[in-house]
């Protein structure tokens, strides 16, 4: 299935059906007053998230979405019916934006979430409701409201943990093949992958997290150069960045650390957010590194990158040292987890005794005897 991220969608929702004005004119009730019913609802156009769907290919191809309209009201008291609503089902991650204001109306991260896009319009009345002491044979009736035209774009955003950050030919793709179930594309040419892979990485039998793999960067990619910045949206989700560096380039005219400091580059340039994620350095194809020349070559890379964070160095062919990388990066996952969730208690505890505790010296508390 072709991988799309983005769409465009037109939504027009039901009109609601007119009201009717109508007269009882049955046998033996020749004067008996207006009957005269309403009409329908229109439909309404509503999203659901769904973690069955992985792509918006569905929404590339069928663009106009339209609802139907409510029936007219009829005499005898015969309300019109309202028109089913429609779902649109999309997957879970993602982002929908009125496209001429720029409005973000919903983000759906969660499975079954649901969302209204598009409002049916309201009935109208039939004369049955104008009737009043003076005026018993009211002619009065009102149509039926328009139901709301969207122009909407969706933008998937996949739901990671961990997201995969490089130059093409990094090695990104043999990594997330070697520690996870995701079978991307690997080839020895650059940008190989052309859209985000995903893949659950197994650290026990109940211990796992799922890692992104985007299409790799080059100098200049915020401005359109490679495929540009336009799978970076995938990581802004995840809760922690890998950036893979091939520290053996095939070409000897090639500098690892140019080109980290260019993948850093544009990423600051794309989103302040993004850049500020916390970071890991991976330093990848060591098995091309002859062993006596390792520790060089990486303390040498690290000085001359300015980097002071988490190092790791591993061989993503060969598979060596990825173990103690999904072990350390489980663990960070699982404590930020806790930390988050001792924030929101601390937080709704702190709420509760906001709301209980009473200042007897309050004047809005006096008691009046």
Same mark, same amino acid.
């Given at each position: 299935m072709k991988f799309i991220d983005e769409a465009k969608i037109e939504l027009i929702?039901?009109?609601?059906?007119?009201?009717?004005?109508?007269?009882?004119? %049955?046998?033996?009730?020749?004067?008996?007053g207006p009957d005269g019913g309403d009409? @329908?609802?229109?439909?309404?156009i509503w999203a659901v998230a769904d973690r069955n769907v992985n792509t918006l290919i569905d929404y590339r191809?069928?663009?106009?979405?339209?609802?139907?309209?409510?029936?007219?009201?009829?005499?005898?008291?015969?309300?019109?019916?309202?028109?089913?609503? $429609?779902?649109?089902?999309?997957?879970?991650?993602?982002?929908?934006?009125?496209?001429?204001?720029?409005?973000?109306?919903?983000?759906?991260?969660?499975h079954e979430q649901v969302v209204l896009l598009a409002q049916g319009?309201?009935?109208?009345?039939?004369?049955?409701?104008?009737? &009043?002491?003076t005026n018993r044979a009211p002619r009065q009736k009102t149509e039926g409201k328009e139901g709301q035209r969207r122009e909407l774009r969706l933008e998937l955003?996949?739901?990671?943990?961990?997201?995969?950050?490089?130059?093409?030919?990094?090695?990104?793709? &043999?990594? $997330?093949?070697?520690?996870?179930?995701?079978?991307?594309?690997?080839?020895?040419?650059?940008?190989?992958?052309?859209?985000?892979?995903? @893949?659950?990485v197994r650290v026990s039998h109940e211990k796992s997290f799922v890692i992104a793999d985007i299409p790799g960067l080059i100098e200049g990619a915020a401005d359109g150069a490679g495929l @540009?910045?336009?799978?970076?949206?995938?990581?802004?989700? &995840?809760?922690?960045?890998?950036? $893979? /560096?091939?520290?053996?380039?095939? %070409?000897?005219?090639?500098?690892?650390v140019k080109e980290a400091k260019a993948i850093v580059k544009e990423l600051q340039k794309y989103d302040d957010s993004l850049f500020d994620k916390?970071?890991?350095?991976?330093?990848?194809?060591?098995? /091309?590194?002859?062993?006596?020349?390792?520790?060089?070559?990486?303390?040498d890379f690290v000085k001359r990158f300015g980097w002071k964070g988490p190092v790791f160095e591993i061989s993503a062919l060969t598979r060596d040292g990825c173990e103690d990388l999904?072990?350390? $990066?489980?663990?960070?996952?699982?404590?930020?987890?806790?930390q988050e969730h001792r924030s929101e208690e601390t937080q709704m505890t702190e709420e509760a005794r906001g709301i209980s505790s009473i200042d007897p010296d309050d004047p809005r508390f006096k008691v009046i005897d």
């Open positions: 929702a039901g009109d609601g059906g007119n009201g009717v004005a109508s007269f009882c004119r %049955e046998k033996f009730r020749p004067f008996g009409g @329908g609802k229109g439909g309404s191809y069928s663009k106009l979405h339209k609802a139907r309209n409510g029936e007219n009201g009829r005499g005898s008291d015969c309300y019109g019916k309202g028109a089913d609503d $429609i779902f649109l089902r999309m997957p879970v991650g993602t982002l929908i934006v009125d496209h001429n204001t720029g409005e973000h109306i919903a983000d759906l991260t969660e319009g309201e009935g109208g009345w039939g004369n049955i409701h104008f009737k &009043t002491s955003k996949v739901l990671a943990d961990v997201g995969l950050l490089g130059m093409p030919n990094a090695g990104k793709s &043999t990594f $997330i093949s070697a520690v996870s179930n995701a079978r991307p594309k690997i080839a020895d040419y650059p940008f190989t992958t052309l859209h985000p892979n995903l @893949g659950v @540009g910045v336009q799978f970076l949206r995938h990581l802004q989700r &995840t809760g922690l960045l890998l950036h $893979i /560096v091939d520290l053996a380039p095939f %070409e000897d005219t090639v500098d690892p916390p970071r890991w350095l991976v330093l990848n194809k060591l098995d /091309v590194v002859p062993e006596a020349d390792r520790k060089k070559r990486v303390k999904i072990t350390e $990066i489980y663990g960070y996952l699982e404590t930020k987890r806790h």
